[in-house]
């Protein structure tokens, strides 16, 4: 015959395919061979005589005026002239697979993605079933392709199981099926595939256990992810001679028991086992920690969610000096956070939360000069925060809270300029609120000293967290009047000042917070008036007031009227409301004399009169208010911007277009040509590159701050620029004759 059956080599892209039809997969039927490069030719023409869609003229090159090779899509191989590659992928291309594919005997790679085609892959491609309803299973024909040396089939929704045939696909070297709906068992003989080095199913609804000679039977995998399925049973132990392995990725299953020795795993670069019931919860559990230790390539660990028990590894200072993620949180873990651990300059996320860990934080940790979460919160450390967590400049994230801590809050966190989030709260924090520290202009998600010991008055720089969206101080030993330049915070949706020693009124200045959706002042000595403003604020739904020592008439609209929503017990001087707050009746100046009684009915009366024509006057102006349409767009529409539009809108970031500079990031003005609108986006200069994955869920809070009359934040955007830099950005309603600080 001439032809090796080596050289079928068929890469086979199903990814994001778009295929509509009946859900058929003809019995397999022997294609008539027609050998030479003819044939290709032959089976390219009748490809394209089933291609009836293709508004992009692209099959026009196909014609006998040029060779075959330098048809549109076609790579042939140098030295025989047959078809290698068929890549048309993103053609709009419409019509049916012809099953003369199957001809092309040299093809290695074919991508169909993103096309109309409609009916079944034919079975000559190997017996796959049309994907778009994408209900369908894996063909078990496939396992007759035996040749095949790549299987992509991620992000589908194929669902049945694996067909124990791909166990005969013995010379495949890619097999990834993740995000499907796959479920039964990993077939057996699927660990016998030999030439495997990519083994990807993470993402489905696989049972049973891995297959004990796993290493063994795989000698060359180097990528082996089950992630997110419901795999059970112990890691096997030949893993540990797994020493291709770069990423094994066993996390979100129901493994347990130990994990063995890593030692040989040099290349090891991502190792997830979070989310299982791995460990006993004693000593000994985290031993495979430190058998990585000689591993110069590990960058991720992450084993955080499980049973893990055990001492904190000292070892894990002599990682590698690439190593950026250590993920511990969530078990069972004791002792100290080791004194070394600054060795790795390379770490870019510690957590370490709710585990048993004590001691103090070691001083050393101010050498993490890229770290930029920090959480060990839910432990039981001891000691001060040291001095050098000021060294932390990439810092994003701090989470100290619900320890044992002590003494200052260090005023050298003000140094630390990229903070969005801390929380030091429930510690024994003593002295005063470092002016420092409220002075950073990047808070913008939470701040919480809440249940400390904290004293002294709240420093008027608290006027500086513009941007902040919750400020807690509750439960601290805080006293003096409330700052009136506290209305400066104006993106503040949650503010507790509760269970502290605030006296004085509710300043004024308070009006402008009209994001309120939370408000705890009770159990202080605060005295005056209940503000009106209060009343007006949309979006407040808890007010808290009780156990102070309010005086006068309680407003009786907006959040007054709602007794689950406001809370004033505790305030003997207060009065009217309505009645659900059990407050007393508001006493009216009694008077025996009927003629002052008259003439105060009589103001009254004319008082009355003028209020109902006032009235009357603002409902007509309004109506024709609203019947003008409307300017803004919809309420609602949070726009889903790309940065290519913000590209375009801010003319290419052009420095015509720049409004402002702040160590913050760069504010530009913009045009949106989608909608005309003028927008201020705000880019963002905190984070440079990698583990800011959650960027977009922490801009959920920024997203949702939408005072009315204030700045309204239309979006927030996080992806990758042009030049593949991590981009972040926030989206404003411009505001003419303002800064975004204001
Ligand atoms: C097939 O190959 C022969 C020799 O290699 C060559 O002369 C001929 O032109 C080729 N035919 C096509 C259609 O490429
Ligand atoms: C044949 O293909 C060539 C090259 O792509 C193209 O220039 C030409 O217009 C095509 N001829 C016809 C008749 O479509
Ligand atoms: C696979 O090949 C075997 C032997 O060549 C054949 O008997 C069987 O029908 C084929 N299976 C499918 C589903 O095509
Ligand atoms: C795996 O391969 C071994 C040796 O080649 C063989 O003995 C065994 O039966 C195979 N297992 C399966 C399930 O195919
Ligand atoms: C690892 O491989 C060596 C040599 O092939 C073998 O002796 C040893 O038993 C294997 N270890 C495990 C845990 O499979
Ligand atoms: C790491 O390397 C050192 C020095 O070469 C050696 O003494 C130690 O046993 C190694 N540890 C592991 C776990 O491989
Ligand atoms: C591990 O790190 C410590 C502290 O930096 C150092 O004293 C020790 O020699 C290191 N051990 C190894 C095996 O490198
Ligand atoms: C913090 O940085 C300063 C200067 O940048 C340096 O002198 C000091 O040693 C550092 N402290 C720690 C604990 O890394
Ligand atoms: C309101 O504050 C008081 C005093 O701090 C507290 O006891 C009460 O639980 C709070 N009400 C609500 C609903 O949280
Ligand atoms: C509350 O404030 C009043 C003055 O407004 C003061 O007389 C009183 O001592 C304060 N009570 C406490 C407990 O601080
Ligand atoms: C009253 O407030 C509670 C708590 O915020 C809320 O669940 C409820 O919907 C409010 N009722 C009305 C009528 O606004």
Request: charged letters at 15%.
């Amino acid at each position: 015959m001439g032809i090796s059956k080596k050289h079928l080599e068929v890469v086979i892209l199903l990814s994001c395919f778009n295929l509509r039809g009946p859900n058929l997969l003809g019995l397999a039927t022997a294609t008539t061979v027609i050998r030479g490069n003819d044939t290709d030719q032959q089976a390219l023409l009748h490809l394209k005589a089933k291609i009836i869609g293709d508004q992009l003229k692209v099959m026009e090159s196909w014609n006998s005026s040029i060779h075959f090779c330098q048809w549109h899509g076609i790579t042939c191989g140098r030295k025989h002239q047959r078809v290698t590659k068929l890549e048309l992928q993103f053609l709009e291309l419409s019509g049916s697979l012809s099953p003369y594919i199957g001809n092309l005997r040299f093809l290695k790679e074919l991508n169909l993605a993103s096309n109309n085609f409609y009916d079944h892959i034919p079975q000559e491609v190997g017996h796959l079933r049309r994907l778009e309803s994408l209900r369908g299973s894996i063909p078990p024909a496939l396992g007759n392709l035996s040749s095949l040396e790549e299987l992509y089939l991620t992000y589908n929704a194929l669902s049945g199981v694996l067909p124990e045939g791909l166990g005969r696909l013995t010379n495949l070297t890619h097999f990834s099926a993740d995000e499907n709906s796959i479920s039964g068992i990993i077939p057996t003989a699927m660990f016998n595939l030999s030439n495997i080095i990519v083994f990807s199913i993470g993402g489905n609804k696989i049972q049973g256990t891995l297959h004990s000679d796993l290493a063994i039977t795989m000698p060359h995998v180097g990528a082996f992810s089950v992630w997110g399925n419901q795999i059970y049973g112990k890691i096997p132990i030949s893993i540990s001679n797994a020493s291709n392995l770069y990423q094994l990725q066993l996390d979100e299953n129901r493994l347990s028991g130990n994990v063995p020795s890593l030692e040989k795993l040099e290349n090891l670069f991502v190792l997830n086992l979070y989310t299982n019931h791995l460990g006993h919860g004693i000593e000994g559990d985290l031993n495979f920690v430190c058998t990585l230790v000689n591993n110069t390539k590990l960058g991720i660990l992450s084993i955080h969610n499980n049973n893990f028990g055990g001492v904190f590894p000292k070892c894990i200072r002599n990682f590698s000096r690439t190593f950026s993620v250590l993920g511990i949180e969530h078990n069972n873990i004791l002792g100290r956070i080791p004194d070394g651990i600054g060795n790795l300059n390379s770490l870019e996320v510690l957590r370490a939360s709710q585990n048993q860990l004590s001691g103090p934080i070691p001083s050393d940790i101010g050498r993490l000069q890229k770290l930029k979460k920090f959480y060990v919160d839910s432990n039981f450390l001891s000691g001060i925060i040291p001095h050098s967590i000021g060294n932390l400049t990439m810092l994003i994230e701090l989470a100290l809270d619900v320890n044992k801590l002590k003494g200052s809050i260090p005023s050298s966190l003000g140094n630390c300029q990229n903070l969005l989030r801390m929380t030091l709260s429930h510690n024994n924090f003593s002295g005063s609120i470092p002016p420092q520290v409220l002075a950073l202009s990047s808070w913008s998600i939470l701040l919480n000293l809440s249940s400390n010991y904290l004293t002294g008055e709240l420093p008027f720089e608290v006027e500086k967290l513009k941007n902040l969206g919750e400020l807690d101080v509750s439960k601290n030993r805080l006293s003096g009047l409330l700052p009136n330049n506290l209305g400066s915070c104006v993106s503040l949706e949650k503010l507790f000042l509760d269970g502290n020693l605030f006296e004085g009124p509710i300043p004024s200045s308070l009006s402008s917070l009209r994001g309120l959706a939370a408000l705890d002042v009770s159990d202080n000595n605060l005295s005056g008036k209940v503000p009106e403003f209060l009343a007006s604020f949309g979006a407040l739904k808890y007010l808290n007031l009780s156990f102070n020592d309010f005086e006068g008439v309680i407003p009786s609209e907006g959040v007054f009227k709602n007794s689950s929503a406001t809370f004033v017990e505790g305030n003997n001087k207060l009065c009217g409301g309505i009645t659900e707050l059990h407050l007393s009746r508001c006493n009216s100046a009694k008077s025996s004399n009927t003629s002052l009684r008259l003439k105060i009915v009589i103001v009254a009366v004319i008082l009355g009169v003028t209020l109902i024509f006032l009235f009357l006057l603002i409902l007509l102006l309004r109506k024709k208010k609203e019947q003008q349409p409307t300017t803004t767009c919809a309420e609602n529409s949070l726009l889903r911007l790309s940065y290519q539009s913000i590209l375009r809108a801010t003319n290419g970031f052009s420095t015509q277009n720049l409004v402002g500079l702040g160590s913050f990031g760069s504010v530009y003005r913009g045009i949106l040509e989608e909608t005309g609108e003028v927008i201020a986006v705000k880019v963002l200069n905190l984070l440079n590159h990698g583990a800011s994955r959650s960027f977009l869920a922490e801009c959920e809070v920024l997203k949702n701050i939408r005072h009315r009359n204030l700045v309204k934040v239309l979006t927030a955007i996080s992806g990758v620029d042009y030049q593949g830099n991590d981009f972040k950005a926030l989206v404003y309603e411009f505001m003419v004759n303002g800064s975004l600080e204001d």
